[in-house]
Structures are given as structure tokens and as C-alpha cells.
């Protein structure tokens, strides 16, 4: 049980374009899901936490005109990475909040994004 | 900010225990967590601990916290070459808001 679905696993896009990623909580409900950003060799960067039927609260530096968090249902959060430039290009991983008779934090499979 | 260090590179060989260490500053830790990576794959939940406990096993994990050094470990018995992934302890604490805080991530390399 609590999985999440992340796609597309890979994306390549060019400069000046929009990227949408989607996470999906497949067998339970996820209020509050979460957006990470992994540079290589290095640990997971929060950018932004995503609360269903609300707006996202960002983490300090994290530009939210330039990632966009919709969270419309309690299985899907999606981001979009607008105008995307090179120094975008990084490994996305969203993860979600499962509750129940036990509770904790499940990642999706990630996504690269590579801007060219 | 909190800070939570791991050390960056463990090797072991196959058959051996595997210790990797984690170290933070914030002592209201609720929760910790244990989590592995494979490469180009998100993160995968291996075990947890509440801060009221001090070891916790599941099979081949043992998680061991030290409240008053602020340090959590995990073993892994009997290590095997599909255990090498990047390994990353993450904790919740109180003001935090519910957010995890992951270390900086061991990258452990079992040999034959």
C-alpha cells in the first residue's frame, strides 16, 4: 500500500518551454504532498509543500511563478516548470503523506528533466 | 536550520555488517527515518523510529538512537551487492511542521 506514481520519469525540453510533472497517490488519499529537487551526488532539496484544495507554501528561495503546484484532488499534485531554462534541468521527486494505522512519507520514482 | 550529517561513502564487503550513521542538532526529533536510493529511482522507505524508542530491528535492520548524542544508525547484517544504493536518514521535528529533513546521503558500496 501507499504508493505514488510519478510520470514522466524522464523529460527532455527545450529552453523557453513548460514541463508539467504529475504525482499520483494510487491506493490512498494525500492532503499534503511534497516537492524535491536532487541535484547529482547531493541529498533531497524541499521546494515546495502542496496542500489539496489550497496553495502551495514554498520554501524560502524557491521562485512559485516558475514552479507551479496545483494539488485540484486529493491523488493528484502535478508541477509545472514554466519558461524552463538549463539550470533547471535536475532530478524531480515528489513524495506523499500516508495515514492510517500506521503513518509516513512515500516517494515517487522521480522524474529527470533535462533543458536544452 | 536543522542540520543532519551523514558521512558520504561507506564500502563493505559482501557478507559483512554495513554501520552507517547519521548526526542532527535539533533534539525534538519525533520521528526518524531511514530511506534508500537507488541510482536514477526516488527513495524508498527501509524502516523508521519513534524518539521514544531506542533500537528498533526488522530483519537484517537494526536502527539504534542515541537521544543524547543525537545520533541514529542503522546496521545492515549480512550486506549483499544489492545493497548498494545511497542511503539517507531523514527526521521530523517538532516545528518543522510535519516537513522531513533528510542528511546528506551515504553512498554504500559492497564489494565481493
Known amino acids: 500500500g501507499a504508493v505514488v506514481s510519478q510520470h514522466p520519469s524522464r523529460v527532455i525540453c527545450k529552453s523557453g518551454t513548460s514541463v508539467k510533472i504529475e504525482c499520483r497517490s494510487l491506493?490512498?488519499?494525500?492532503?499534503?504532498m511534497f516537492w524535491y529537487r536532487q541535484f547529482p551526488k547531493k541529498s533531497l532539496m524541499l521546494m515546495a509543500t502542496?496542500?489539496?484544495?489550497?496553495?502551495?507554501?514554498?520554501e524560502q528561495g524557491v521562485e512559485k511563478d516558475k514552479f507551479l503546484i496545483n494539488h485540484a484532488s486529493l491523488t493528484l499534485s502535478t508541477l509545472t516548470v514554466t519558461s524552463a531554462h538549463p539550470e533547471d534541468s535536475s532530478f524531480y521527486i515528489c513524495?506523499?503523506?500516508?495515514?492510517?494505522?500506521?503513518?509516513?512519507?512515500?516517494f515517487g520514482s522521480g522524474t529527470r528533466l533535462t533543458v536544452v | 536550520g536543522e542540520d543532519v550529517e551523514q558521512s558520504l561513502f561507506l564500502s563493505v564487503r559482501e557478507g559483512d555488517s554495513s554501520v552507517i550513521n547519521c548526526t542532527y542538532t535539533?533534539?525534538?526529533?519525533?520521528?526518524l527515518y531511514w530511506y534508500k536510493q537507488e541510482p536514477g529511482a526516488g527513495l524508498q522507505l527501509l524502516t523508521y523510529?519513534?524518539?521514544?524508542?531506542d533500537m528498533k530491528q526488522d530483519q537484517r535492520l537494526t536502527v539504534l538512537l542515541n537521544k543524547k548524542d543525537k545520533h541514529l544508525s542503522l546496521r545492515i547484517a549480512d550486506t549483499q551487492t544489492g545493497d548498494s544504493a545511497i542511503y539517507f536518514c531523514?527526521?521530523?521535528?517538532?516545528?518543522?511542521?510535519?516537513?522531513?529533513?533528510f542528511g546528506t546521503g551515504t553512498q554504500l558500496k559492497v564489494e565481493l
Open positions: 523510529i519513534f524518539s521514544n524508542m
Open positions: 491506493d490512498f488519499q494525500a492532503t499534503t
Open positions: 513524495s506523499a503523506r500516508f495515514e492510517g494505522e500506521d503513518w509516513g512519507y512515500t
Open positions: 531523514a527526521e521530523i521535528f517538532t516545528g518543522g511542521g510535519n516537513k522531513l529533513t
Open positions: 502542496s496542500n489539496e484544495g489550497s496553495k502551495a507554501t514554498y
Open positions: 535539533d533534539s525534538s526529533s519525533t520521528y
